[in-house]
């Protein structure tokens, strides 16, 4: 019975997330809507305004933290390779275009998208061996937020695969793999 729930909670999951991906960038956009400086974002409540650092020239994020803190991040929405949906205002992609995952011919092998409302990040890993391409999603993260994998833990965020690329893990949130409670995944 309950792996019959899990199943159902992770295919309704998937194909809610599909629709959003579905027209998410259907317009084409290819790059980010943000310029250079500081970027006003809506924020949750409770949660520090962005601000631009007086030492360079890159803008950084305030991110709220899991434990009600905040996050210094780089701004990685004005980031070349940063999306927004242009039916969704404050929806962003990194790394690979939602678009390309569900119209394009080769599947990218993560989706990470960002809610600036919420701060919040869902992350999809699309290709086997899952653990592999959870790495390269941490990787990518620490890369292009600047924060260490002890940061990234203090995200708020939700790491899943669907069922049609692993049945075993569907429906689960994985977490990245240095964090507290994070699934052990095969590499």
């Not at 939700?158 to 994985?174: D, F, H, M």
Request: net charge negative; with cysteine.
């Amino acid at each position: 019975m309950k792996k019959i729930i899990i199943t159902i909670a992770a295919l309704v999951l998937l194909v809610g997330v599909g629709f959003l991906w579905k027209f998410f960038f259907s317009a084409g956009s290819t790059g980010s809507n943000v310029q250079s400086g500081v970027v006003s974002l809506p924020v949750a409540q409770n949660s520090a305004p962005t601000v631009t650092s007086g030492e360079t020239s890159q803008p950084i994020l305030n991110l709220s933290s899991i434990s009600g803190g905040t996050l210094l991040a780089e701004n990685f929405l004005t980031s070349p390779d940063t999306y927004r949906d242009p039916v969704n205002a404050g929806y962003y992609s990194l790394g690979y275009p939602v678009s390309q995952a569900t119209v394009g011919t080769s599947t990218p092998p993560y989706l990470i998208m960002y809610i600036a409302a919420t701060q919040f990040f869902t992350i999809e890993l699309l290709q086997e061996p899952i653990g592999e391409t959870r790495t390269q999603v941490e990787l990518y993260l620490e890369q292009h937020l600047g924060l260490t994998p002890d940061d990234l833990c203090k995200l708020n965020y939700t790491l899943s695969v669907p069922v049609s690329v692993n049945k075993i893990y569907a429906g689960k949130n994985l977490g990245f793999s240095f964090c507290p409670g994070a699934t052990v995944l095969p590499q």
